[in-house]
DNA sequence: CATATAATATATCATATTGATATATTGAAG
DNA sequence: CTTCAATATATCAATATGATATATTATATG
């Protein structure tokens, strides 16, 4: 055990919701996810064609309806293995943040530059803060229409709080950037 | 341009505050680093020899002193492609904390699960928050010593205010959770 | 009504990275 | 004088990214 493969788990955690296509799963990552949990066309439809193979999905064909769509829904099997890897502790939680790299290396750059870094940093969160809190509203909302608006709610709000904070961080370096200029 | 592996440019932006050997990376990034990059063995040994390879860095052998220790140090070269890297706007910014995913999840698993999740999450914060205190009382104090200290200090106090923020995260989370058994 | 554009949809692949493991030396503790 | 932890380099299968190709359908615009 302990050997799955992240990108399994997140689909079959997406689909143990609703049934989707690829496609509507790389959205749902780059949407409801994308503040904790990335991925790429580039393992989603492998990983599909896999958990099929698996018998842990199983595809239909919704040509029916319209043009080659793949419509993805999770089994019985799949539902016991995406419950056996949620069992399990969390074994990697990890940032990855290009800006803190580049800022920590800030002595090789000078201030002007670590600055630019920061501001492009801070639009960037206030861009997206507004989803995470039109999300909550709504999540808020129809906070008992499902048990998992529940657990979106939590993770919608990791994300809220950490933004804010982020942009304190951003006034608070930026300040101490500047004042070192003056 | 805009090409340019990660783990190459991390590990010339290390070398840009002093000589290192892989094992000495390897430190550095699973300390200073670890809350906002990591990489690992099989990433830093093949790109050192490659900056080599390539004339940004330089491969000296410290079996002089003792053992097979292999150090290296930055080139004017390799200064420059790190300069401009550094001037190109950060490229991506990622979280990918599997505790958050397991809990997005958490309809499938249950309340008892999912707080043993945070719980853990919390714990681990906890145990790594101090070093991050340390680090900062340190930094603050020889604030003038260097200029990569004070970016150093930026990143530091990062990872300060989002650690503060995830464990405020974690009380409300479990008191949510808990607040629906009773 | 024609057509340009955006969104939907699947797919592939070279390149990058992880995670696990193997091997050996050195320093410190008991 | 031996065991244990830390230092040190290295490799590799498995995994994931990022970029790109291709085609269809819906929508907007002159």
């Known amino acids: 055990m302990a050997n799955e493969k992240k990108i399994d788990c997140v689909i079959l955690g997406l689909l143990s919701h609703e049934e989707l296509t690829g496609y509507e799963i790389k959205k749902r990552m780059d949407t409801a996810l994308s503040y904790f949990w990335n991925a790429s066309y580039g393992s989603i439809y492998p990983a599909l064609s896999d958990l099929v193979d698996r018998g842990l999905a199983v595809r239909r064909d919704g040509a029916a309806s319209r043009r080659n769509k ?13 419950k056996n890897w949620l069992a399990q502790p969390a074994s990697k ?27 492009a940093f801070e639009a960037k969160i206030k861009k997206e803060l507004p989803y995470l809190l039109s999300a909550e509203q709504i999540l808020k909302e129809h906070q008992n229409d499902a048990d998992a608006h529940k657990y979106y709610l939590l993770t919608v709000s990791f994300g809220i709080k950490t933004y804010h904070t982020y942009l304190e961080w951003c006034a608070e370096a930026k300040q101490l950037l500047s004042a070192r200029r003056g």
Do not use: V
């Open 93 to 119: 939680d990890e940032l990855r943040y290009e800006t803190l790299l580049k800022l920590f290396f800030g002595a090789e750059q000078g201030e002007e530059q670590a600055l630019s870094h920061i501001e």
């Open 70 to 82: 793949l419509i993805y829904t999770i089994t019985e099997d799949g539902r016991n293995y995406l």
